[in-house]
């Protein structure tokens, strides 16, 4: 069960104490303590953990400081969507809001090569209006011979252009605990130019450890990738050890499954699983048509397949893409081979306009026919 309480509820107060009291002697209970705080205020959430069927959900409510209460099931506790559950589905991070109902492109390197191509990159975003890009320092690879990126060396030249060119968050991704010092040590020897949302990738998904460490941590939200072998159940509860730690700023990333049945694409699209995340959490969901796709192979009208799925992504609700460019594809260290051109990036973007306002035509008539 979840206490919500009201907002700027004061921990020193008469009332949130005698809350706690009454809490500490309810019998099989114990109580954790969430606070969420915001631009211009505080959320409080106390989390009661075992034998909470024994509480009468009312009589919850008529406790000092309390708003409202809601039963949780056992899965996805922090994340999950529960019954009569009104917490929120978005947060903002760096001027940046992450929602439910609302979307963000990150187009970028895959894999950060050389400052000239940071730039390009950069530079190219900004003409096109867009505050968040993707730039791989750490690259888990799957040979031990190939380039593992450039990591700690090439943060402060891609946190300095990130500044030079107004952008305001980059997704980048993490494989070890160490990687998160050596950014957060960046981004203060450059004077925080920009912000971080760090990424767990799909061969991390179940690196409970790291997760914990991860989500120990408030100042970064984190992108997690689903894992491409396990159960959707599997990875929304990987999602949970992120939150259950503390940080509840989690965004799920679909990136497609591992089988031959998806062939020719990369990975088997498993886009049509936006809605289902929708609706089992309150975490906005991403979409990763590069790593699903794999390739600039195109359709008979000469569109490509990763713009087909991002497409279908999109019209089913994403909040995010996460999408691989490049200024010289050829010439890029990895997966050159899946990555749009510079001169693409506005074509993509408005061909996300079309399906976003496809998907926004399709809740109004749902509506419609509903009422
Ligand atoms: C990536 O986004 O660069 C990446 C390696 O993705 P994934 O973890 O989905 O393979
Ligand atoms: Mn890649």
């Known amino acids: 069960m979840i206490l919500i309480l009201n907002q700027n509820t004061k921990q020193d107060s008469p009332e949130f104490k005698q809350l706690t009291a009454h809490l500490a002697n309810l019998p099989g209970i114990t109580t954790r303590i969430h606070t969420e705080k915001g631009a211009a205020q505080v959320l409080t959430e106390i989390y009661l953990i075992g034998n909470t069927q024994a509480l009468d959900l009312d009589d919850m409510k008529n406790l000092p400081c309390v708003e409202s209460a809601v039963r949780v099931s056992e899965e996805y506790r ?117 912000g971080v949302m760090l990424q767990i990738g799909t061969r991390n998904t179940q690196n409970f450890e790291l997760l914990k460490i991860v989500g120990r941590q408030s100042r970064f939200p984190v992108l997690l990738k689903r894992g491409f072998g396990i159960t959707l159940d599997e990875s929304l509860n990987a999602a949970e050890y992120l939150a259950s730690e503390g940080n509840r700023k989690v965004i799920f990333g679909l990136r497609g499954m591992k089988t031959n049945m998806g062939d020719p694409h990369r990975n088997f699209v498993d886009f049509s699983h936006v809605p289902v995340v929708k609706r089992l959490t309150r975490m906005p969901v991403c979409i990763d048509p590069s790593h699903s796709v794999g390739s600039r192979a195109s359709g008979p009208e000469g569109i490509l397949d990763v713009m087909h799925v991002t497409a279908q992504g999109v019209i089913a609700g994403a909040n995010m893409i996460l999408v691989d460019f490049h200024p010289a594809p050829s010439k890029a260290l990895v997966d050159g081979p899946q990555a749009l051109t510079l001169a693409e990036l506005p074509y993509f973007l408005e061909d996300v306009a079309i399906a976003r306002e496809a998907f926004e035509k399709r809740v109004d008539l749902g509506r419609r026919f509903k009422s």
Do not use: W
Not at 125 to 148: E, H, I, V, W
């Open 78 to 194: 922090v994340l999950g969507r529960h019954k009569d559950d009104h917490r929120s589905s978005h947060f903002e991070y760096n001027g940046v809001r992450f929602g439910q109902d609302n979307l963000n492109v990150f187009a970028g390197l895959c894999a950060v090569d050389n400052p000239a191509h940071v730039e390009m990159m950069m530079k190219a975003l900004r003409d096109n209006g867009q505050a968040c890009t993707r730039m791989g320092a750490y690259k888990p690879r799957t040979s031990p011979y190939s380039f593992q990126g450039h990591g700690s060396a090439c943060l402060p030249y891609v946190f300095e252009l990130a500044g030079k060119y107004g952008i305001k968050v980059i997704a980048m991704e993490i494989t070890h605990e160490s990687h998160m010092e050596e950014i957060v040590d960046a981004l203060e020897k450059t004077g925080n130019p920009t």
